[in-house]
Nanobody, 122 residues
Framework: QLVESGGGLVQAGGSLRLSCTVSGRTRNDYPMGWFRQAPGNERDFVAAITSGGGYTYYEDAVKGRFTISRDNAKNAVYLQMNLLKPEDTAVYYC?????????????????WGQGTQVTVSS
């Protein structure tokens, strides 16, 4: 089970840190990703990180502003979001990647959290 937290309301230019905890007895060694979905839009890729944390991938619009990281000892994945913009407003989802294919494809992820709302005011 994946549980996100850390969402909220922030002014443009502000920061938020999202957390995703993965429950279970075993260590989470899966690649992980963050997606977001704004009203009326599809669920879009934001960022991904490999199982060991050595490689990260970002959607172009968030490069240089967002940072994905993980702490496997805590079974946790994080998304640090800086310089937030109103267009970053969305529900953010954490996901576990279990299938081969592009990191940006939602169908390569097999488990999803319930989402956390991020609202950026102008």
């Amino acid at each position: 089970q994946l549980v996100e937290s850390g969402g909220g309301l922030v002014q443009a230019g502000g920061s938020l840190r999202l957390s995703c905890t993965v429950s279970g007895r075993t260590r989470n060694d899966y690649p992980m990703g963050w997606f977001r979905q704004a009203p009326g839009n599809e669920r879009d890729f934001v960022a991904a990180i490999t199982s060991g944390g050595g490689y990260t991938y970002y959607e172009d619009a968030v490069k240089g502003r967002f940072t994905i990281s993980r702490d496997n000892a805590k079974n946790a994945v994080y998304l640090q979001m800086n310089l937030l913009k109103p267009e970053d407003t969305a529900v953010y989802y954490c996901a576990r990647r279990a299938n081969f294919g592009s990191y940006s494809r939602a169908d390569t992820y097999d488990s999803w959290g319930q989402g956390t709302q991020v609202t950026v005011s102008s």
